[in-house]
């Protein structure tokens, strides 16, 4: 038989345990309603550019990874890990994506610092291994923590990679920003592109092999993106209803 204390400490016990379920279900439904509850001001983003149609159609397609707005919202601090073992060309490249992408994201900065850096930078590696220890068979790498462990839509930290044979830093690096890969076709080519035909070997040479080439629809599409009218967490869906559009548009 329990003692008449130790019912009323289970009693407590119980008690503080429905009180702590209750808190995180309110809370849980709280996040809920304001992620679900994030929307944009259309005219003030249109009167920004008075994008066409396609632009936004592409804005759409590549603006959006797991179908969310996930940009920055703080200074991106550009670490480069081990810059003793690599060339200066290396480094170099670094500080020309930063010095490409610095008007495009603007009023966030990006800027390069020596240590505590929220992008990591990691140049070419003879692997690439995930957190769980496992190999990647992939040219270069972006890993952004997931949601469980950040609870926030903004991007907090980013760690890129490009293994040693490969220069396709620039590329993971649009993904630290926030851009996926693109779905479809278009006919020009894009960072975050798959497909596209080139017309010459000299127009493959300029765009493909150049590290640092970057088309001005993918400018725009970052200038989009880090818009003060565009919020992370911003649904793709909710984003083509406000502009009419939807993906039959294409
Ligand atoms: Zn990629």
């Given at each position: 038989m329990f003692s008449k204390k130790w019912r009323l400490a289970f009693r407590?016990?119980?008690?503080?345990?429905?009180?702590?379920?209750?808190?995180?279900t309110i809370l849980f439904v709280a996040a809920l309603c304001i992620q679900s509850s994030i929307t944009m001001n259309v005219e003030e983003f249109q009167k920004e550019g008075n994008y066409s149609k396609e632009t936004m159609m592409l804005?759409?397609?590549?603006?959006?990874?797991?179908?969310?707005?996930r940009k920055w919202d703080e200074d991106i601090k550009v670490e480069i890990v081990y810059t003793d073992k690599l060339n200066e060309s290396l480094i170099l490249e670094i500080d020309s994506i930063i010095a490409i992408l610095s008007p495009l994201i603007h009023p966030v900065k990006i800027y390069k610092v020596p240590e505590n850096g929220n992008l990591k930078v990691y140049r070419k590696v003879d692997s690439i291994i995930e957190s769980n220890g496992k190999e990647i068979a992939t040219r270069g790498f972006c890993y952004i923590p997931p949601l469980i462990k950040t609870l926030s839509w903004d991007i907090k930290y980013a760690e890129v990679s490009d293994i040693w044979y490969c220069n396709c830093i620039f590329h993971e690096i649009l993904h630290a920003i926030g851009l996926q890969h693109s779905l479809y076709p278009y006919p020009f080519y894009m960072n975050m592109s798959g497909t596209y035909i080139f017309d010459s070997y000299e127009e493959m040479e300029e765009k493909l092999?150049?590290?640092?080439?970057?088309?001005?629809?993918?400018?725009?599409?970052?200038?989009?993106?880090?818009?003060?009218?565009?919020?992370?967490?911003?649904?793709?869906k909710k984003f083509l209803k406000l502009m009419n559009l939807n993906d039959y548009n294409r």
């Amino acid at each position: 038989m329990f003692s008449k204390k130790w019912r009323l400490a289970f009693r407590i016990f119980c008690s503080i345990l429905f009180a702590l379920g209750a808190l995180f279900t309110i809370l849980f439904v709280a996040a809920l309603c304001i992620q679900s509850s994030i929307t944009m001001n259309v005219e003030e983003f249109q009167k920004e550019g008075n994008y066409s149609k396609e632009t936004m159609m592409l804005f759409a397609d590549v603006a959006f990874p797991y179908d969310r707005i996930r940009k920055w919202d703080e200074d991106i601090k550009v670490e480069i890990v081990y810059t003793d073992k690599l060339n200066e060309s290396l480094i170099l490249e670094i500080d020309s994506i930063i010095a490409i992408l610095s008007p495009l994201i603007h009023p966030v900065k990006i800027y390069k610092v020596p240590e505590n850096g929220n992008l990591k930078v990691y140049r070419k590696v003879d692997s690439i291994i995930e957190s769980n220890g496992k190999e990647i068979a992939t040219r270069g790498f972006c890993y952004i923590p997931p949601l469980i462990k950040t609870l926030s839509w903004d991007i907090k930290y980013a760690e890129v990679s490009d293994i040693w044979y490969c220069n396709c830093i620039f590329h993971e690096i649009l993904h630290a920003i926030g851009l996926q890969h693109s779905l479809y076709p278009y006919p020009f080519y894009m960072n975050m592109s798959g497909t596209y035909i080139f017309d010459s070997y000299e127009e493959m040479e300029e765009k493909l092999y150049n590290p640092l080439y970057i088309s001005e629809e993918e400018k725009l599409i970052i200038k989009m993106l880090y818009s003060p009218h565009i919020k992370s967490g911003l649904k793709k869906k909710k984003f083509l209803k406000l502009m009419n559009l939807n993906d039959y548009n294409r």
